[in-house]
């Protein structure tokens, strides 16, 4: 039933690790998106994806690689993680078009580093 | 790069009040939207504002869009519990429309 669904919803790990975290929206949307909230709730977009291609890749350090294996799916991979990571990550996907505000958010993964 | 300052950044309010919150840009924006996000949930759109001035409600909510594309405003009417949670204007950035900027965030906190 969830229209966008991400996992884990809470990823504890050590600094220095690389963590995935796994992203699926059942919307049939074409634009899927990668966005950050810090400890200050400021949110942030990261990344964005059109039927698989990359088309927004804002200011992010190239430790974090989103892959889209099709359009449905759109995951995230940080290497070499490091304390400034800790936050939470949000999937989002939206229709064709002039659709941005039917923006749809998963529930979001806390990333702690430690 | 355009930026989104809500306030005020917090509000302690008692049930059955109501909120009036803001938002401004020192940039135009040609859409204004009004996100809710629960605890541990990701935002979820409350209004879409389209055009300078239009004023749009959803059940106790209104919203505004301020006639110089600058700035847009949220009101709560009778506020309940269930309004908890930190309210987040945002716009698509000019010149791309695919990237939606938010702005620094209203918490609301509603006691009984």
């Known amino acids: 039933d969830t229209a966008v669904s991400q996992t884990p919803k809470y990823l504890v790990t050590q600094m220095g690790n690389d963590k995935s975290i796994k992203c699926e929206q059942n919307l049939g949307h074409d634009t899927m998106y990668w966005y950050k909230q810090d400890s200050k709730k400021f949110l942030k977009i990261m990344f964005s994806?059109?039927?698989?291609?990359?088309?927004i890749n804002e200011t992010v350090p190239n430790r974090f690689s989103p892959k889209s294996p099709d359009k449905a799916h759109l995951n995230l991979h940080i290497n070499s993680l490091e304390l400034g990571d800790s936050a939470v990550y949000f999937c989002a996907s939206s229709g064709t078009g002039s659709a941005i505000e039917k923006l749809f958010f998963g529930s979001g993964t806390q990333l702690s580093v430690l | 790069g355009q930026q989104l300052n809500q306030s005020p950044q917090s509000m302690f309010i008692q049930e059955g009040e109501d909120v009036s919150m803001n938002c401004t840009s020192s940039s135009i924006f040609n859409t204004w939207l009004w996100y809710k996000q629960d605890p541990g949930e990701g935002p979820v759109l409350l209004i879409a504002?389209?055009?300078?001035?239009e004023l749009t409600s959803n059940g106790r909510l209104t919203a505004q869009f301020g006639i110089t594309r600058k700035d847009s405003f949220l009101n709560i009417s009778a506020s309940i519990p269930s309004d908890v949670g930190i309210y987040f204007c945002?716009?698509?950035?000019?010149?791309?429309?695919?990237?939606?900027?938010f702005g620094t965030g209203t918490r609301l906190q509603v006691f009984p």
């Open positions: 994806y059109n039927n698989k291609e990359l088309i």
């Open positions: 504002l389209y055009k300078a001035g």
């Open positions: 945002a716009g698509p950035a000019l010149g791309n429309t695919d990237k939606l900027i």
